[in-house]
């Protein structure tokens, strides 16, 4: 390291030597060979400036099999020369200020770059070795100039890596005010590269917002091929990633645009259905692309604009049909006092003594200066302009190069020279012991070592136009930017509005503004829709095509029992147990409580039949007590008869405890009630038959059976009976109870309220005692079905047990099967078909005679065989 400091040392020296002290204060223009010009004052320390105050949009194509041709860089950029007078304007600033650099004057040395890499390194060189040219100017012939030990420029970063390569053996600083590639960023590659424009990184996290923001997730992307288009790309593909955008394309084009790399791009915009498009490049390279874009009507594309064009007013007045509504990010905006004033200051006298501002001159107002260099007046086809006339004012024109209202790169020119400036005063009010070298020694001005000066640059930290600024450890300023909105003003001009801002300094979530209200767009005013396929609205998911990115899916509606609130769901959510999707299926509703209601169709019909029958039955009870002495209704055993018409009343009753919301006590009452009630049924008509058959025994001689079988002994038969099946019910309610349940399904929509036995042996025991005292009743039955008279009642009994077999049979299985309120339904059927049943068959005889036919109801006829 002191070898190399021994030699950057004896370099500068001898430059010094060679070239000696300048005095001279008054800016020279010089005229060098192969048409180089440069832009001169003299001073202690010479700032080197680069600027692309010239470019050639097609160039010609290197082949490095021959000398190549000289290109011509026929375009002049008033924008450039802006550039390069805030900076001229700066050092005079600098100058006339007592508390920075009092002791220590700056002069520059400004040359054109061209936008184009072998001029820059060729003027890069001339800029920091000094050697004298032709020059023009009165003042100037005698002036030699000193060497640049640190260059403000270039504007590109391609062209600014090429001259930190050229220029970083011998470590001079390069401090670039245009330049954004993030690959800049790298100290162990570029040791002496600073900027005040920020890096390509975080602007790179804002067009990732913006596109996101606009939920634009199919989006095109183009680029030069340079190392600032591909680095840029390469971040915005993996920044993008993270909110799920996707590139439709992703095409460089050359440098030099050929016809056919023209034709290629267009065929590729035209290929796709992405309408937003976002362009990596200079001015000079869009130019051609929006030429061929307007020659083939290619209009409805949403441009996004890199800061590298983002503010260029160049653009609209060829192509403002296509680039109405442009949103890009710029960089920070600055007011400058007395700028303009400095710019406006330019009149004819002042255009003769420069190249450069002579070519302005003529742009501007259309006219020719004899002796100028300016390709564009001279050239054959425009001899017909006429003579400058001397009377030309800026101050009646409009010109890019007076606009000082988006002051952006300007401002950072401004910053790169103050930051210099901030460098040098404090290296030269440096304490020894306190500086930043070993042993805490101090940099030198005299010989003023570039090495020391970029370390007190890395260092520096400022106030200026009431912005402090300062840098990180990479040598980048702190990212902030204004989002632009290209917008034609009521003259036609380009009106560039600012509808937002972003600040990498804020949090990661407020980083981004936006005032969508402000924003004007291209069609209809409404911002465009650029996605590969369209939102899956909530109440569906994305389903990705195969082989293909991301964005382009189809939706599928969610499945039963899940939903999706938010548009483009990758994945459904199930509900809860509890709850169940709208019809939508966007949202989780509480589920609905399914029980066997009086509301619904099917509670109002069992209703209907429950009261029918237990009516029914009162109108049969009511029979038989008005005919209570009548042979048909005394001969069948009035007091079962009486009892069993009470006890069928009662199922038909019971019936509707199966009707209504559940609640555990109901639920109790519903079971022990069902099972005493058929136990009272069935023990009654086991008696009846019992009492037949025993009524026939006592007819044979020398039986005296009834004796056993009175009316006493009839009750207790009913009474012992029943008491079995209650003492079951007991059993069962003390060990494990019937209760309410919440039955919750997941593909249920609903919440099924029901009993449950609680003891299934139990629920099966009563129905099992009810069982066995049918099949009891049914064998006694049917043992007496022919014994002789119309006083036999046992094949009516007979036929009304084999109808209640047939309905519990069928009942079981269907009971199993089912759930919810249908399987309370199969229950109440079942109950009042087998009360019904046993109603009709056992009463509806006995009724028909009572009734319609009371000549049979006799004593004669009731005994006659």
């Known amino acids: 390291m002191a ?8 370099w500068f020296l001898l430059n010094v030597f060679m070239c000696g002290q300048s005095t001279n204060k008054d800016e020279c223009f010089y005229q060098g060979d192969e048409g180089t010009h440069s832009f001169y004052m003299g001073g202690d320390v010479i700032l080197g400036g680069l600027f692309p105050l010239h470019y050639s949009p097609v160039s010609a194509v290197r082949s490095f099999q021959s000398k190549p041709e000289p290109t011509d860089y026929k375009y002049f950029s008033p924008r450039a020369l802006r550039w390069m007078r805030t900076m001229t304007f700066a050092v005079s600033e600098i100058n006339q200020r007592l508390d920075l650099l009092p002791n220590l004057t700056l002069g520059y040395h400004i040359r054109d770059s061209c936008d184009d890499i072998p001029v820059s390194i060729k003027n890069s060189l001339l800029l920091v070795n000094g050697q004298p040219e032709k020059v023009n100017g009165s003042g100037c012939v005698n002036v030699i100039r000193q060497p640049s030990p640190v260059i403000v420029g270039d504007a590109a970063s391609g062209i600014s890596m090429a001259v930190l390569r050229t220029l970083g053996s011998f470590g001079i600083p390069l401090v670039s005010y245009f330049a954004s590639c993030s690959c800049l960023s790298n100290k162990k590659e570029f040791p002496t590269f600073m900027r005040t424009m920020p890096s390509d990184e975080f602007q790179i996290k804002a067009l990732a917002k913006l596109v996101h923001y606009f939920q634009w997730t199919w989006v095109g992307v183009i680029g030069v091929e340079s190392d600032y288009a591909r680095f840029a790309i390469q971040l915005f593909l993996k920044e993008s990633a993270r909110y799920n955008i996707c590139p439709a394309y992703v095409h460089f084009y050359p440098v030099t645009l050929t016809t056919e790399a023209v034709h290629g791009l267009m065929d590729v915009i035209k290929a796709s259905t992405a309408t937003v498009i976002l362009n990596f490049s200079g001015e000079s390279e869009l130019q051609t692309i929006l030429r061929e874009c307007k020659r083939q009507n290619i209009t409805h594309l949403q441009w996004i604009a890199s800061e590298a064009w983002a503010t260029s ?26 700028l303009g004033g400095y710019l406006r200051a330019m009149n004819a006298s002042t255009a003769r003594s420069s190249d450069f501002f002579t070519e302005f001159w003529e742009e501007t107002f259309h006219c020719r200066i004899n002796g100028s260099l300016n390709a564009h007046v001279h050239r054959q086809e425009d001899q017909n302009r006429e003579a400058c006339s001397g009377r030309e004012t800026l101050d009646n024109v409009y ?32 304490v020894r012991g306190q500086g930043p070298f070993q042993n805490g020694t101090c940099g030198r001005l005299n010989p003023l070592l570039p090495w020391q000066l970029i370390s007190y640059m890395k260092r520096s930290n400022f106030t200026t136009l009431g912005e402090f600024v300062h840098f990180d450890e990479n040598g980048d300023p702190i990212a902030s930017y204004d989002l632009m909105n290209w917008q034609a003003s009521s003259d036609g001009l380009l009106h560039l509005v600012k509808v937002g801002f972003y600040d990498a300094s804020l949090k990661e979530d407020s980083g981004l503004v936006i005032n969508e209200s402000m924003i004007i767009w291209k069609r209809d005013n409404k911002a465009p829709v650029s996605v590969c396929s369209k939102s899956c609205l909530p109440g569906s998911r994305k389903a990705r095509r195969k082989g293909e990115p991301i964005c382009c899916f189809d939706c599928i509606p969610c499945a039963e029992g899940e939903i999706s609130n938010q548009t483009d769901s990758n994945d459904c959510l199930r509900c809860s147990r509890e709850t169940w999707p709208n019809h939508a299926r966007d949202k989780c509703i509480p589920k609905g409580l399914e029980y066997l209601s009086y509301e619904e169709p099917l509670g109002i019909v069992l209703l209907a039949v429950s009261a029918f029958g237990a009516c029914l039955t009162i109108a049969v009870l009511y029979v038989f007590i008005i005919y209570r002495n009548t042979p048909v209704v005394r001969g069948n055993n009035m007091e079962l008869s009486f009892l069993l018409l009470w006890f069928l009343c009662a199922c038909f009753l019971i019936s509707l405890t199966f009707i209504g919301k559940p609640t555990d006590w109901l639920c109790q009452i519903r079971f022990t009630a069902f099972g005493v009630s058929f136990a009272l ?42 008491l079995v099946q209650v003492l079951i019910c007991i059993i069962w309610l003390v060990t494990k109870p019937p209760s309410a349940a919440y039955t919750t399904a997941f593909l249920s929509p609903t919440i099924i309220i029901e009993c449950k036995v609680g003891s299934e042996i139990g629920f099966w025991c009563v129905l099992g005692y009810i069982g066995l005292l049918a099949c009891m009743c049914f064998l006694i039955a049917f043992l007496a079905r022919k014994l002789p008279d119309n006083f036999n009642e046992a094949k009516f009994i007979t036929f009304s047990m084999l109808i209640f077999f047939a309905v519990w049979i069928t009942f079981i299985p269907v009971y199993v099967s089912t759930q919810g309120k249908y399987m309370v339904a199969v229950h109440v059927f079942a109950i009042l078909a087998s009360a019904f049943g046993l109603l009709l068959c056992i009463f509806a005889p006995k009724c028909y005679v009572v009734l319609l036919r009371p000549e049979k109801n006799s004593r004669q006829h009731m005994m006659k065989k």
């Not at 509504?325 to 006092?337: Q, S």
């Not at 890019?400 to 404090?426: C, G, M, Q, W």
């Not at 008509?685 to 006493?712: C, Q």
């Open 313 to 338: 007013q160049a653009l609209w007045s060829e192509f403002h049909d296509l680039l109405q509504g442009t949103l890009g990010f710029a960089i920070r905006k600055g007011e400058i006092p007395n």
């Open 399 to 430: 010109s890019i190069f007076t606009d000082v209202s988006e002051l952006r790169v300007s401002y950072n020119v401004y910053k790169a020279v103050y930051l210099i400036a901030h460098a040098l005063h404090d290296m030269s009010t440096c």
């Open 3 to 10: 070898c190399h400091c021994n030699l950057l040392t004896l």
């Open 681 to 722: 049924c069935i023990a009654c008509i086991l008696a009846k038959t019992v009492v037949v058959l025993m009524a026939f025994r006592a007819t044979l001689p020398g039986s005296n059976v009834m004796k056993w079988f009175g009316p006493l002994q009839q009750r207790l038969s009913v009474i012992l009976c029943s």
